[in-house]
C-alpha cells in the first residue's frame, strides 16, 4: 500500500531528507546527485537503507561504472551489462530485477531525457522501477 504523498507532513518530509542525506551530496553538480538518488530509490524497495548505500558505494568504486569515482554516470551505466551490476550488488534484494530496472531507466534518461532525470513526477513515473511513491520521494529529496 503506498502513502499518500501530497499530505506528507512536514516532520514525515524532514525525516525522509535526514534518510536520504547520504545521497543528497551537495559536492555534486544537481544532475549527478538526482541521477543517485534515482538509483539509490530503485535500490530502496523491500531492501533496508543501509544496503542501498553499501550498493551505491560498490557501484562508485568500479571505475566502469565511476570513472571519477564520485559520481555515478548515466552514460556509463545506461551501456553496462546488467548482468555485471546483478553480480556487483548481489547483496541487495531483488538485485536481478534491480539490475535490469537500473539500467533500464539510465537507458531512457540518456535517450529520453538527455541524461538529466526528469523533474516532473509523472516523467519519472516512467522509469522503470519507479513508482508514484518513489517520484516523490526523488522529488522532496532530490
Known amino acids: 500500500m503506498e502513502e499518500d504523498m ?14 536520504w542525506a547520504p545521497l543528497r ?12 538518488i534515482v538509483i539509490g530509490a530503485i535500490l530502496s524497495k523491500q531492501t ?11 557501484m562508485k568504486e568500479n571505475k566502469t561504472l565511476c570513472p571519477d569515482g564520485k559520481s ?9 551489462e546488467w548482468e555485471a551490476l546483478h553480480r556487483m550488488i548481489s547483496f541487495v534484494h531483488y538485485n536481478k ?6 539500467v533500464a531507466a539510465s537507458k531512457l534518461i540518456v535517450e529520453r531525457f538527455r541524461g538529466v ?9 516512467l522509469l522503470p ?7 516523490s520521494v526523488i522529488d522532496i529529496v532530490g
Do not use: Y
Request: net charge neutral.
Open 25 to 36: 551530496d551537495e559536492t555534486l553538480e544537481e544532475t549527478s546527485r538526482r541521477f543517485q
Open 129 to 135: 522501477g519507479i513508482g508514484p511513491m518513489l517520484s
Open 97 to 102: 530485477q534491480k539490475s535490469k530496472h537500473i
Open 48 to 58: 533496508q537503507f543501509s544496503m542501498v548505500l553499501k550498493a551505491i558505494r560498490t
Open 72 to 80: 555515478l554516470n548515466p552514460e556509463k551505466l545506461a551501456n553496462f
Open 6 to 19: 501530497d499530505n506528507i507532513t512536514e516532520e514525515d518530509r524532514k525525516k525522509m531528507l535526514e534518510k
Open 117 to 125: 532525470v526528469p523533474t516532473q513526477p509523472d516523467q519519472t513515473q
